[in-house]
Each structure stands twice: as structure tokens, then as C-alpha cells.
């Protein structure tokens, strides 16, 4: 039996392309679902399709990286196949552990796969470098400005106005409007 297995990372994709190529070429069952790629143990459906194979059936994804994002998650999946007697095939790859040539490559590319990966984040690394050298800041930008906080030690020291007064005129909740008057009065 084909057995398949579908997925993309976030619920506004769509996996009717990857099901239509699984179908095509005879899958008898296919598992979906929308998840991020990057761990194996919170995909449940993967789980449930790595646990329905059988001896003599042929696990299918469209791409590797439809089940795996890294080398030693791929392996995990293709030795938990191979222990039941199950083969693994990539669509899109031509990829088909049922052979030697199948298995050099999948263990050539899925090495190739953790290689870009790596180079992703180093460049997204450096990125975040250039930027911070550059002034950019990163995060939520900040609620209430230097003047506005004077403004409100100032109206607190009217005392016409509670501190939930204040922060509603200001548009902020009080514990914010106290942690930012905190912090301004131990910067002076």
C-alpha cells in the first residue's frame, strides 16, 4: 500500500497540490496537516502515518521537506521505516529508498538540506548584526515617549487623577504607566 503524507508550516497554506500529487501516483491513504516542519514529535499526524505503515508499504511525500527539516529528523523518520520493512519515496526528488541509488541520495540531500539551513540562519544572524550596528531597533516600539512620562509624574503629583485615570488618558494599562515611571525615575 501508499500510504501518504502531506504538510505545510501554516494553517493559510494550502495542500491541495501536494494530496493531487500523491493521489496521482496511487497513494491509498493520505495524512495531512498544517504545522511548522521543524520538530517531528508535535506533528501527530506524521506520528499516526509512521505508525499505520506496515511491512511492504511505501511511505510517499511530494519533497523531504515536506516530513523532515533536518538531517537527524530525517534519519529518525527512515529508520523507523525501515524497522517495519517500509519504503520511502519523494515524489519531486525521484527519490526511492527501495534502491541503493534512492537511499545515497536521500542520505546526500537530506545533508545538503541541514547545509542551507544552517546558511539561512547565519546570514539571518548577520543581518540582525548589520542592523543593530546601524541603529535599527528590534521588538515592540515603546508605548509612552520621555516627554509623555514627565507629563504623567507631573499630573501624579497633582494628585487629581488616580493612576488608572492616567493611564487610560494615556492609552496604556496602569502597571505599564507605573513600570515606565519607575524606570524614568531610576534613570535620573
Not at 501518504?4 to 493531487?20: C, F, H, K, M, W
Not at 493521489?23 to 509512521?50: D, H, P, W
Not at 548577520?126 to 528590534?138: N, P, T
Request: proline share 0%; net charge positive.
Amino acid at each position: 500500500m501508499k500510504v501518504g503524507y502531506a504538510r505545510v508550516s501554516s494553517t493559510g497554506q494550502n495542500l491541495d497540490s501536494q494530496i493531487e500529487a500523491l493521489e496521482s501516483v496511487g497513494c491509498e491513504k493520505i495524512f495531512t496537516e498544517k504545522k511548522s516542519g521543524k520538530q517531528t514529535t508535535n506533528r501527530t499526524q506524521l506520528q499516526n502515518a509512521l505508525d499505520f505503515v506496515r511491512d511492504g508499504d511505501t511511505f510517499v511525500v511530494t519533497r523531504l521537506d515536506r516530513c523532515s527539516r533536518s538531517v537527524s529528523d530525517l534519519h529518525n523518520i527512515l529508520d523507523t521505516l525501515n524497522n517495519k520493512g517500509v519504503s520511502f519515496k519523494a515524489t519531486e526528488q525521484e527519490l526511492d529508498t527501495s534502491t541503493s541509488t534512492g537511499r545515497l541520495m536521500i542520505g546526500l540531500l537530506s545533508i545538503v538540506s541541514a547545509f542551507e539551513t544552517d546558511l539561512r540562519a547565519e546570514r539571518q544572524a548577520d543581518g540582525i548584526k548589520s542592523a543593530l550596528k546601524r541603529g535599527v531597533k528590534f521588538g515592540r516600539s515603546a508605548k509612552l515617549t520621555h516627554e509623555q512620562v514627565e507629563e504623567i509624574i507631573a499630573l501624579q503629583e497633582k494628585a487629581e487623577h488616580t493612576n488608572q485615570q492616567i493611564a487610560d488618558m494615556y492609552g496604556v494599562g496602569r502597571s505599564t504607566l507605573l513600570r515606565y515611571v519607575a524606570e524614568f525615575k531610576k534613570s535620573i
